[in-house]
């Protein structure tokens, strides 16, 4: 009688192959990872990557759904983790610099080719929107609960900004990946975003200039 597997078991072994995968997939873009690359990357039999994902396509769902989840969660702790509301903005802006700055070395390059490739796909078409839809309601609630908090006062609706930052920022990585960070002078706009947020939240002075504790966890926003 084989051993019974448990949920965690299968759970475990399912992230295992999302991360063998996120490895293939930055090196390789998207297009040209094959399921046999993949599964040469985890170092498991043929049968036991199937038995969990039955494409690189399924594979690349869970991982973008994987990045969205931890970018939602990383907002939700934004504002208890600092004592004033220009602290929340600033990680968040260090966070986006790091991560652009990486946009070669990360899965923005496969992420750009699966969309780019299939923008037209029935299918990749609508998760594209929603995930837009998705990126914007997490900031615009990021926002809403700066302003019950009394930190933001905002001069345009949450939905508002969070539509411009998000486009902004989806705007800058692929610029960064196509022209290059020297080109872009990703750094300098991102600054120019700093101080939109500024102006546009109403941050006051004592907010920004008042001392506080500062993550050095590299936690997701």
Same mark, same amino acid.
């Given at each position: 009688?084989?051993?019974?597997v448990? /949920?965690?078991?299968?759970e475990?072994?399912?992230? /295992?192959i999302?991360?063998?995968?996120?490895?293939? #997939?930055?090196r390789?873009?998207?297009d040209?990872?094959t399921?046999?690359d993949? +599964?040469?990357e985890t170092?498991?039999?043929r049968?036991?990557?199937?038995? =969990?994902?039955?494409?690189?396509e399924? @594979?690349f769902?869970?991982?973008?759904?994987q990045?969205?989840?931890s970018?939602?969660?990383?907002?939700?702790?934004?504002l208890? &983790? =600092?004592?004033?509301?220009? /602290? *929340? +903005?600033?990680h #968040?802006? &260090?966070?986006?610099?790091?991560e652009?700055g990486?946009t070669?070395?990360?899965?923005?390059?496969?992420i #750009?080719? %699966? %969309?780019?490739?299939?923008?037209?796909?029935?299918?990749r078409q609508?998760?594209l929107?929603?995930?837009?839809? &998705?990126?914007?309601?997490?900031?615009a609630? #990021? @926002?809403?609960? !700066?302003v019950?908090r009394?930190? %933001?006062?905002?001069?345009?609706?949450? /939905?508002?900004i969070?539509?411009f930052v998000?486009?902004f920022?989806? !705007?800058?990585?692929?610029?960064v990946?196509?022209?290059?960070?020297?080109?872009?002078?990703?750094?300098?706009?991102l600054?120019?975003l700093?101080? =939109? @947020?500024?102006?546009?939240?109403?941050?006051?002075e *004592?907010?920004?200039?008042?001392?506080?504790?500062q993550?050095?966890? !590299?936690?997701?926003?």
């Open positions: 009688m084989s051993p019974k448990t /949920e965690e078991h299968k475990n072994r399912r992230l /295992e999302m991360r063998a995968a996120a490895e293939v #997939f930055k390789k873009g998207y040209a990872v399921m046999q993949i +599964i040469d170092g498991m039999s049968g036991g990557v199937y038995a =969990y994902f039955g494409s690189k399924e @594979l769902w869970a991982l973008l759904d990045i969205d989840d970018h939602a969660a990383g907002y939700a702790k934004l208890d &983790r =600092y004592r004033n509301a220009w /602290e *929340t +903005i600033e #968040f802006l &260090r966070y986006q610099e790091k652009i990486n070669h070395r990360s899965l923005s390059p496969a #750009f080719e %699966f %969309f780019s490739s299939g923008w037209r796909d029935a299918d609508p998760f929107v929603g995930r837009y839809k &998705r990126a914007v309601g997490d900031f609630r #990021f @926002l809403r609960a !700066g019950k009394g930190d %933001f006062r905002p001069l345009q609706e949450p /939905e508002a969070a539509q998000i486009s920022l989806d !705007g800058l990585s692929v610029d990946l196509l022209l290059g960070s020297e080109v872009c002078d990703y750094r300098a706009q600054d120019s700093r101080l =939109y @947020l500024h102006q546009v939240l109403q941050i006051a *004592t907010s920004r200039e008042d001392g506080g504790s993550s050095t966890t !590299g936690e997701t926003p």
